[in-house]
């Protein structure tokens, strides 16, 4: 059975800074391109940075500079640093596993940001 469980969300004042954890189970995760995603209430999800099975990185240009996506793959997992938070980051933040026609994606962890 695979899983993906993230953690790491909270609540955090602009400016400030979370970083997301996502663990795998039930797949090579090495294998795996891996991808942080985000889904604000009344928008559709979207991605914000991603990581190759090679360790090639990829960020949205709205995150670039303040996030940072990172991979340990004797840990089973993915990391994503925030920093800079706007209020505008907040969502529910989803991890996701992805390998040609297949994908599995974590239930989600919560990120509020005051202003």
């Known amino acids: 059975q695979v899983q993906l469980v993230e953690s790491g969300g909270g609540f955090v004042q602009a400016g400030g800074s979370l970083r997301l954890s996502c663990t795998a189970s039930?797949?090579?995760?090495?294998?795996?391109?891996m991808g942080w995603y985000r889904q604000a209430p009344g928008k559709q999800r979207e991605l914000v940075a991603s990581?190759?099975?090679?360790?090639?990185?990829n960020a949205a240009d709205i995150v670039k500079g303040r996030f940072t996506i990172s991979r340990d793959n004797a840990k089973n997992s993915v990391y994503l640093q925030m920093n800079s938070l706007k209020p505008e980051d907040a969502a529910v933040y989803y991890c996701?596993?992805?390998?040609?026609?297949?994908?599995?994606w974590g239930k989600g962890t919560l990120v509020t940001v005051s202003s």
């Open positions: 996701n596993a992805g390998r040609g026609s297949t994908s599995f």
């Open positions: 039930g797949i090579l995760f090495s294998i795996y391109h």
């Open positions: 990581i190759s099975s090679g360790g090639i990185t």
